[in-house]
């Protein structure tokens, strides 16, 4: 199967359900990528399909050595398949990331996404404290600021979809809802509190 057959399936897979056939020489071609696939288009399939049983596969992407591909695979793993539970300290690790190569950012931004989507469902406190480390880091990249920010505006009931705008030069400590701020500590406190460890 070609790169053109791969990009049908990934159209395919906005519409409807791949055949377990389709899915297998999806897995196969992410096991062993060619030079003339992208493994975007690949996890971007698995990602509309429900092909959990491929949790394995997506997995080996998360330890690298490409950020791209990796924040790519956790995005499938927490966002597409609900399986955040399993994969918090990526998720984690992810915030925690600084510069390796020219799409850490991108991955710290999914990572970010996926801990949003977490915690909207479930308590963690280590989660939402890095959340707040970086909005509050004058030394993190401007846009992990926002969006850790936006992560905590829906978090504490904000609607997703009427997020603020933000200024260009985007200071949290001017910008910030101080209401968004105020109910994120105090979950954070109560879920601490609780005892939590996830």
């Given at each position: 199967m070609n790169k053109y057959d791969f990009d049908y399936l990934n159209e395919k897979s906005f519409h409807e359900d791949l055949t377990e056939d389709e899915l297998a020489l999806v897995a196969a071609e992410l096991q062993e990528p060619t030079t003339d696939t992208n493994p975007v288009i690949l996890l971007t399939i698995m990602c509309h399909s429900e092909a959990k049983q491929y949790t394995p596969l997506i997995e080996r992407y998360l330890n690298g050595p490409d950020d791209y591909l990796a924040g790519d695979a956790l995005w499938v793993l927490c966002s597409c398949w609900d399986l955040?539970?399993?994969y918090v300290d990526n998720?984690?690790?992810?915030?925690?990331s600084a510069?390796?190569?020219?799409?850490?950012?991108?991955?710290?931004?999914?990572?970010?996404?996926?801990?949003?989507?977490?915690?909207?469902?479930?308590?963690?406190?280590?989660?939402?404290?890095?959340?707040?480390?970086i909005l509050e880091n004058e030394n993190e990249d401007k846009w992990?600021?926002?969006?850790?920010?936006?992560?905590?505006?829906?978090i504490t009931g904000g609607d997703k979809w009427k997020f603020p705008q933000t200024p260009a030069d985007f200071d949290?400590?001017?910008?910030?809802?101080?209401?968004?701020?105020?109910?994120?500590?105090?979950?954070l406190a109560r879920e601490e509190h609780g005892g939590s460890t996830s």
């Open positions: 955040s539970p399993r998720i984690l690790a992810f915030m925690e510069p390796q190569d020219d799409y850490y950012e991108e991955r710290k931004r999914k990572a970010t996404s996926c801990a949003m989507l977490h915690l909207e469902r479930y308590p963690a406190p280590k989660l939402l404290r890095q959340l707040i480390n992990a600021r926002i969006s850790a920010y936006e992560a905590l505006y829906v949290p400590s001017t910008d910030a809802d101080p209401v968004v701020m105020k109910l994120a500590e105090e979950r």
